[in-house]
């Protein structure tokens, strides 16, 4: 099939990039190289499946010319600005890359009749809720970041897409997501602060904030799975991970795989990581498991898999 | 208080400009007149307590001149789209009229330190749910129309801005609005249509869509009334009346007050007026009915006042 994918050189867009061109895709990668780069596809470069558009997803013109010229069947959109902590300062950029992306990329869907997408999102549209079990029927999302609110904006853009333009639409509600490739987050925090010294490493919060972490090819293997939903209109799932790991365990976990003893934790308190940060959620994932699919790596092995891959690089 | 009432040439937005001023707000009004026109506001030129900019609220710049220059205290932000069967052909307008318009005034209000913000949201954010009585804890929103999934989407932005930048706003979810100045929607349609031809009326559907209305200045009365919210953070509140008024039944109400008899119906059938309309809905007003509002039209009487409004101008 044809496929386009919207922030294909990005951490998870690369990693759904190999698992389409092995599933025998044509795959039509788009980015604007804002977080995505061009190591993370550079082997894919050669592949004689795999076409790249150094586009920007909110570019009418552009858009509408990759879609007319690719003959696309299937979009995947991945492009956002995932990196909530930087966009506190600048909700603009959410505007930008989360919200205008999406709707630039269901405009075209709609001029060029494309009627199968699939749709990233996040748990941060829940906001904050404390220790409520969170499923996909939970009622009154309140995101307390831009990014929460720029995806639960474009989720309300699809469910009207969808309906106006019979497309059928996947939305899997991620938790954070690790794996090589990684960009930014605590655990690429941590890797790098350590790898400058290896004696003292600031926590930010109590250390006690607690959330599920997946690993990436846990989750590609589920938007393989899933990619042509079973129903009509919208699918939505929370996909994760049974438990959550803290962040005083993150660090434990990096220092213990970076052989490192006797590191001194500095904690700058306080429940949250940052202004718009969740400190810790209980994720859902019945509905998921019930439709036959479950991850291989808890949240503990997906941080420790990870640091694996992201030290010695 | 300095007030800035964003689409305050509209159709509410000038009831509501009307409203402030009585009780001696001093009103700044912005309107791109998209929709809104002069002489909604004509009777206001003159006010020493009135200011109009001609401005589009998309357009970062002027709006940041705007609240450079008047010393914003409060934000009542109406401009939209409201025109949902036009949009339907247009995505782009909702896009932009809708959401962008919220996006600029939470960031303005964001820059420039303003803490109280009026939202105008809709009951079409809860999406087709049949029969369901929707009140403000359903779960899935799933808009059918662009403008319903703007309208969430603007608050989700709200959600998220609050929070970061301790802003409270007040967020009421209108169903169908009517009254003088009324700009467009079926009793506005069916006057004139038998204005040009009193003994046909062409009707979209089979008749049977049933929603309920609500008479423009008790709607402004709630606004009014619960203008500074009680509790910090987002305030929200469906409002509306009790019953509802079924199109054939407002044909009904409109042939009556011209004094046309044996007018004939035309239905074009089907359940809905067009694509991404919502045939009917249910609507709880049990919240604000607690907190001490109540409207004081029902649906049919706010039919016949607008009708009587607005023949013979």
Wanted: hydrophobic residues 35%.
């Amino acid at each position: 099939m044809n496929v386009l994918v919207v922030g294909g050189a990005g951490f998870i867009g690369s990693h759904l990039c190999d698992a389409l061109l092995e599933a025998g895709d044509r795959v039509v990668c788009v980015d604007n190289f804002s977080l995505g780069t061009r190591k993370n596809i550079e082997h894919l470069k050669n592949h004689t499946a795999f076409k790249l558009y150094e586009a920007d997803a909110t570019d009418k013109k552009k858009m509408s010319e990759i879609f007319r010229e690719e003959n696309v069947e299937q979009v995947f959109h991945l492009a956002a600005n995932s990196d909530i902590q930087a966009s506190a300062e600048d909700p603009e950029v959410e505007y930008r890359n989360t919200y205008t992306t999406t709707f630039r990329v269901l405009a075209c869907m709609r001029e060029y009749h494309v009627r199968k997408l699939f749709f990233a999102s996040t748990s941060a549209v829940y906001g904050n809720k404390g220790d409520e079990l969170l499923d996909e029927n939970t009622p009154n999302l309140n995101p307390v970041s831009y990014y929460g609110a720029a995806k639960l904006g474009s989720e309300a853009l699809i469910s009207a897409f969808s309906y106006m333009n019979d497309i059928d639409a996947l939305v899997l509600r991620f938790p954070n997501v690790i794996g090589p490739r990684l960009t930014h987050g605590v655990v690429f925090d941590f890797i790098h602060k350590l790898e400058h010294d290896n004696r003292n490493l600031n926590i930010l919060g109590n250390g006690k904030q607690r959330k599920p972490y997946i690993y990436v090819t846990d989750l590609v293997d589920a938007i393989m799975k899933f990619r042509a939903p079973r129903e009509s209109g919208v699918t939505l799932y929370n996909v994760g991970v049974e438990g959550a790991t803290s962040v005083t365990v993150i660090a434990d976990i990096v220092c213990e795989e970076m052989g490192l003893k006797d590191v001194v934790y500095h904690y700058t308190g306080g429940e949250g990581g940052w202004k718009g940060d969740v400190p810790r959620f209980r994720y859902c994932v019945d509905k998921i498991h019930g439709a036959g699919w479950k991850a291989n790596y808890t949240s503990d092995e997906a941080v420790r898999e990870t640091v694996r891959r992201n030290i010695n690089r």
